[in-house]
């Protein structure tokens, strides 16, 4: 039994080499993405055993992506559909002022129609977190009822549930965001959400310190952590602010460092650590992911520990 | 003004290199694969200037595939549309018992929403020929009225009708094709069939000789070829049929061969030729196009004389 | 748990692209290659839940061999270790007269210390099958006594026990294994061995047939497989055999030719078919596994079936 | 009919990979390089219709050349020879100390024989700016009466002429191109120059605005515009000077920003901008160009737009 | 010292992956291709040292070509030079009917200077072997005296001469070649010539047994060998005709074949073979040729010894 | 013969592409690495001419080895060996936090076997400079009694011997190497030495003017330099200390650049720079050095040159 499980779609994604542009492309890089995927890695990698939870067509390119994930080291547990597609997406890198672009063709897929009946309710209830993100209930209205469905399962199974708020504005407003999403609140244990996010989508004002407990008192979250991108993150837990610097990096890829973070913090949690320690884990976790091509963290728990206990150099604190 | 119009969708092409496996590969090779803009590049190829007519998404895929095809020197004159998906396929390559497969993900594609309202009839009705494939009216209902319209149209402005019957199973039922395509033989001129479609889906009987004598009596078409794959081909006009053989060739990529037959084709055929020096051009382009990765024939007039004044080898007769 | 645990070493594989010579190569393909690891990759494929148990380096090459075979969708079970090399191969592909040649850098392995007591004998006793070859009690006097002991453990479970010869002679004399084989042998219930290995390591003489029959008398075998390359199989069964031809194939790799036939027939003849059905699903999917490049069988078992049905075109019977 | 029409030499630009030597390469990137096609893709990306005027070689080579054009989105009319080489350079990338370079192989090309009586006047009359740059006449003395009579062709028509000053002490000395460039400058309506160039071959003295000022009241042109490198550029028009800075950047490619600054200037002046909003355009073409790998300003206006909007990271102004 | 000195131009080899069109490539693989280092290279790898001379830019690319010949193993003395090209030649790959071609683009190369003062007279009358092709003195008037000066000192010093007559086409016509090469012919002892070239150039009649009898006859060479590409060769020495079969391959690449056998049949004449059984040796260094990618046997002694011992697969005797 | 000579071990270095982990390869590039071979390339770069002497496996390993050093422009003079691995070590690059990580896989290779009687010691003895590293009697005992008896062997004739103490931990340990390498000292001319070394290793002392100070004078070497990676060098000779600093770069492969260092000083010294002079080519060098991929200073005498004229942009002094 794993003891994290997460729930998520997971896309093709195909990318010129280098910065590249798409309509010059004569070759794409192919790799899996999917923000719960990524998270089931990270956590893996940190020593919780991770499942991760989707609805995948029975095809070449649907084994594609569950073969790359179950390499990375977790299991995976799919429904395999004989309808809907394999989502795909299409990243072109690139630096200031052209700025990374990303064009989904995620419309139809198999995974939109998920729902929680088709799922082995035990996967989740045997677990000891839960976690999905908000581009989940984004994607079809299928999943809207069965991200609250899965939710809900966790809870009455004792299952902490951890939830990334992950606004997505390319799959929908942020008044569609904000309505659904605050409804699935009250089944929420863990809470990570984007400073932007908290202040655009759900209206909150202040600094990350003051956003952080305003969305912890609210909603009666049990943990609440607002990530500031390269300033780092905040973690609120007990009324108790923790703050986090991020450490100095390399980067080579951006993308998945969110991710990382979460799926570190949940692990380290999960282990014993109390939130000060798990932002730190994360925050190193996260920092090796920048170094390393892809959206995936793959790194050794050696070497996250290696980055805590050096100090790094922190950019901020 | 071009003397060949085609229209038709034309996809991006993903594929693993080599013979490797679609579920386990890391990169993919881009190109742009459809019918219709191969025939014309092919004809434009033998000096017959062209121009592919399309309605394409205004994003960087719809710019990929339009730039590959330019670069290959037919004129494209496409509708940008702001709704619609780039069409894409997969194509795995393989050899005996496996064969070369081809994945599909075409739908609701901005193709699939094209009216010949949107597109200039000057452009087809200025032109010698007007060609498109059974591919087009089996993508939506839309595209079922357009192509009817457009060949229409194409007759009352004096423009040859050319069309590749072309039947993909993948797309609709052979009864549906059948119903639908025959429904637009009195507007066409010039028909190209496999003789595998004319017995699987039209119903017809006889060795290639007679079914394409049978073809061109019933729906008094003005030329009929009836392709027979690596054992030539056949031609009728005037009541009278003459056989073409395949040149022996070293094939690197079968895809495209009946396209680069059918723009050669038509192209020495508005230059004059009569019929079996049409057909001769016809084969030797295709073999030359089977010794070209891709899907498109690449060749130039001068090479495609040289073999046919050779002779080649000819593998039957 | 699953139906076939097999035990073996899988090298990292790393070869020039192309035919080019290692003397001249600035880059190298990475793969994983173990006779047993592609035994049960086949398997799994058509339909026979497989666990792959080895030792390996807990190093990045270790890991990098473990994630690849997980990738192809079977279970590993591995003991990390502290000591040992990860073994490698080089490949250089090359046709008549060069030959393709491989160079074996695997000495000091961490799998060459691999003792029986730690592996967890209930997954070997709670499998339908145990399977492994001769090249593991090649690798090291510790493997010779850990074979012995496996199968040992298997028997005393009711675990069928499998067993390909593969006798390389790189790694040892024929008359060394000969000797040491010969006495695993009573602890083995279905033998695959070459026709070749039979004759010139094993001494007997004689048509595959009469090959095949003698082995299966003389040492009480329940079934033996001898293969014939290119020209098919013969399997001996309750004194009878049975002969199988080989699909004509576009191969693109050989290597793993066999392991995919030894995989397949297990998995069919578990699954309930007799040996002539499980021989003719042996053969196609060895005849699918040449046209894929590596070394690795990856089928579908609708492939399998539609070879089967087929009847492909077989070589010779 | 283009708006902008373009004349010179663009070559076949070969590259080893990354920050490779040529002298180790075993593989050359493959692309068209030339200031006036590059002047002419970015105008047109910019909505202005441009054509590039030429003569290449009837080869694969030249074939190559213009198909690669051609599929960056402007026309190509050029004159197929049967004489004379196709133009190639060797690029060899590298930073600080080592520095990019670059190692000409274009004597005796096709292009070095043009002739003004081999192109249409027609096309340089009608269209509404005529470009070339000090590339063109430095490269033979047949080019340098086909320059003077191509500006002389436009100045007739009533086309704007541009220059681009592009001193390249490869192939000439400062005082041969200081003799034959200010010869054709009373040809010359707009005028882009390094302040570089204007120093150190026409001996100009002052900061930059000086040198614009001087430059322009000299040789009586109807807009200067003296570009600085990452410094910016300034606009000297009716007497009146104005600076642009240039945005910060990731900087992949520097090559073609120039070029990229001036197609854009061109194209926004023609679509009526008065100055200093075309130079702003022209500066956020050029950053944008940075971030591309290649030659080219593979733009799209929206992107230009976005990046004048946001104000970008202005260096200096 | 080395026992064979080549000398001639070597041109950088630039060629599109697989059977791409160079007017569609984006990449070029890169190599070093020319007759006399391909000879030179064969002759060391059966045991002779080789040295190759030539006359090369003091350039990057000059440089290219040399570090690749001096990686194969032979030794390098190589005149640098401040003037003329490096010649290069672009390689397109493929099958009937489109057939490989190549475009030179070697006028105006710093080889064509190459003067016999330029090189030391000792490497060459130290040498037991001089060797050169008709490629050589068709490439330049300078290098038909050179050719004939280094023919003459290499006499002189009691080196044994040997000359591929190479007839290429592309670089003079039939006339020419036979007016300049018949004029060397008294100073050459081994002349090397295809049957095809006997016969067209030189006017010759007959089979190729006839052919070497009659020139070897009125030419008084001390030994000619007549190659017939896929049927084998033919050798004549002391009045005697010996008839070599070729080998069966599984053909890469057909380019220097005719080379291996050359450098191999040098090689093994001067090491004491008598005919029949160097050219044996020559047969099997071109089969292996044959089976590896670019121009150069990069063979191994025991390799050749192999396939002689093995027999191969003679197709013709 | 060779004014350099280096004696060493060059092993076969693997790295993925990019930033890539080394556990989720699927392609390796392939160069040869090795601290010895590189010094010897270095100095022959600058003029000095140089052979690599080594033990190497009479393999294809083996021979990819030699083939590129030789074609870097080195002599090597190796004994070809039956017995023993041809080295590897897999190199994963990174930046911060992660570090590029080094796995070396170097036990039991031909080279560890490497006896002074092997080797011609006239090579030795008739060079102006004999070198080798701390790594070379790090790697058997064998390798100890070799190192010794060939420093003794270049004293004897007349030879001055250089060192790079080049502490590597993952060989031995920093007491086994102190005890080791300070007996070599008194045989030693020229000892290049990091100031991180001469601190954890020797326990000395002291800023790094200090350290070169008290090494020369301890142990009576000629000269002493100590580096101190990006803030550049020491030199100490007749009790004088020269201090030189680093010029600043755009850094793409760090790796040999203190080879690159080590390898122009020497050059420098021997051609009659005094130490001053000598460290500043030294610099200016290793600058160059880390523009260039892989391990190796493929720079030409005139950039070095051209750095040291144009002074650079040094770090510090
Ligand atoms: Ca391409
Ligand atoms: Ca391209
Ligand atoms: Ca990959
Ligand atoms: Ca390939
Ligand atoms: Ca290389
Ligand atoms: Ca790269
Ligand atoms: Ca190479
Ligand atoms: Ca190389
Ligand atoms: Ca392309
Ligand atoms: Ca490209
Ligand atoms: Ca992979
Ligand atoms: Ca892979
Ligand atoms: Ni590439
Ligand atoms: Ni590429
Ligand atoms: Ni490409
Ligand atoms: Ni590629
Ligand atoms: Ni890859
Ligand atoms: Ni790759
Ligand atoms: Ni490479
Ligand atoms: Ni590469
Ligand atoms: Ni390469
Ligand atoms: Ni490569
Ligand atoms: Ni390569
Ligand atoms: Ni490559
Ligand atoms: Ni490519
Ligand atoms: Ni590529
Ligand atoms: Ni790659
Ligand atoms: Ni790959
Ligand atoms: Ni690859
Ligand atoms: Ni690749």
Chains 1, 2, 3, 4, 5, 6 share one sequence.
């Not at 993405?33 to 649907?62: C, D, F, Y």
């Not at 942020?174 to 809470?191: H, N, S």
């Amino acid at each position: 039994m794993s003891d994290l499980v997460t729930f998520g779609e997971t896309m093709l994604r195909l990318s010129p080499p280098d910065e590249r542009r798409l309509e010059d492309a004569d070759e794409f890089e192919v790799l899996a993405g999917g923000a719960e995927s990524n998270v089931a890695i990270a956590a893996q990698r940190l020593g919780m055993p991770a499942t991760w939870l989707s609805k995948v067509p029975e095809s070449p390119l649907g084994r594609r992506v569950v073969s790359e994930l179950r390499g990375y080291g977790i299991d995976t547990d799919v429904v395999w559909s004989h309808r809907g597609r394999q989502g795909t997406y299409y990243l072109e890198r690139a630096g200031t002022p052209r700025g990374t672009k990303v064009i989904y063709d995620r419309d139809d897929t198999a995974f939109a129609t998920a729902e929680a009946r088709e799922f082995d309710v035990d996967r989740v209830q045997n677990a000891r977190v839960f976690f999905t993100t908000g581009i989940t209930p984004a994607l079809s209205s299928t999943l809207r009822d069965t991200t609250a469905s899965m939710l809900k399962a966790a809870r009455q199974g004792g299952t902490t549930t951890a939830f990334d708020f992950n606004y997505r504005r390319k799959l929908w407003s942020p008044e569609e965001a904000e309505e659904t999403l605050t409804k699935l609140f009250p089944g929420i244990d863990v809470l990570v959400i984007a400073a932007r996010d908290a202040r655009s989508v759900l209206g909150f004002e202040g600094d990350p310190r003051q956003l952080a407990h305003k969305l912890g008192s609210q909603y009666e979250f049990e943990t609440v952590v607002v990530t500031r991108g390269s300033e780092g993150a905040i973690g609120w837990h007990d009324s108790v602010v923790h703050e986090q610097g991020a450490y100095e990096t390399d980067t080579v890829s951006k993308i998945g460092t969110g991710d990382a973070f979460t799926g570190a913090f949940i692990a380290r949690r999960v282990s014993g650590d109390d939130v000060p320690t798990a932002l730190e884990y994360a925050a190193a976790t996260a920092a090796l992911k920048r170094t390393i091509p892809g959206d995936v963290a793959l790194v050794s728990e050696e070497e996250v520990e290696a980055v805590v206990s050096s100090g790094g150099e922190e950019l901020s604190r």
